[in-house]
């Protein structure tokens, strides 16, 4: 009877992280908040945040109260998971393995934007869909510019092929693969 409760816990604490996290990369690659589904995400996740944000303050363009508010509810979901288990953990464990799941999360985030924007980008040019005015493909152009933008500087463009998606996906996986990891010594 246990498992059912806290599956339900773990998903709805899971689906807050990532609202709040979604809020954190909106508000770092400062998209558009007019923008319906941005909009959506900040009125879902404002009255958490408001509270939040007494403790830790916006620095710069990076929203820290969305981002501890992710660390939380990832804390709170194990932490249910641990004591209703009666399981034996350590908090500096536990700490580190919440940080190694946020940023997992972030770094999937933006890799998952990038292959939408990629599969995209060809289905307007082989004329499958018509245009990309969504409020969805703008939000995820608006996304993926930002950390696009080093690779772009980095490569010149070769006609209609741009790498920078390529170069920018092998970057991010590496992260999630061999530097994310690190956190969970």
């Not at 923008?35 to 996740?45: E, L, M």
């Not at 980095?154 to 092998?170: A, C, Q």
């Amino acid at each position: 009877m246990l498992e059912p409760i806290l599956f339900v816990v773990r998903l709805v604490l899971s689906v807050f992280a990532f609202l709040f996290l979604m809020r954190f990369v909106l508000q770092a690659v400062q998209a558009d908040f007019y923008n319906p589904i941005s909009s959506a995400i900040v009125r879902f996740t404002n009255p958490v945040l408001r509270v939040v944000r007494h403790v830790l303050p916006t620095y710069r363009n990076l929203d820290l109260a969305s981002f501890a508010a992710t660390v939380m509810a990832y804390t709170l979901a194990d932490l249910t998971d641990l004591l209703m288990r009666d399981g034996d953990f350590s908090w500096w464990t536990l700490i580190g393995y919440e940080l190694y799941q946020t940023l997992d999360l972030l770094v999937s985030i933006f890799l998952f934007a990038i292959f939408i924007m990629i599969a995209l980008s060809w289905l307007v040019q082989f004329g499958i869909i018509h245009g990309s005015r969504s409020p969805a493909t703008m939000l995820i152009n608006q996304i993926c510019e930002p950390i696009l933008r080093p690779a772009r500087k980095l490569l010149p463009s070769i006609g209609i092929i741009d790498l920078s998606p390529m170069i920018t996906i092998v970057v991010l996986w590496l992260i999630q693969q061999w530097l994310l990891p690190g956190l969970l010594l």
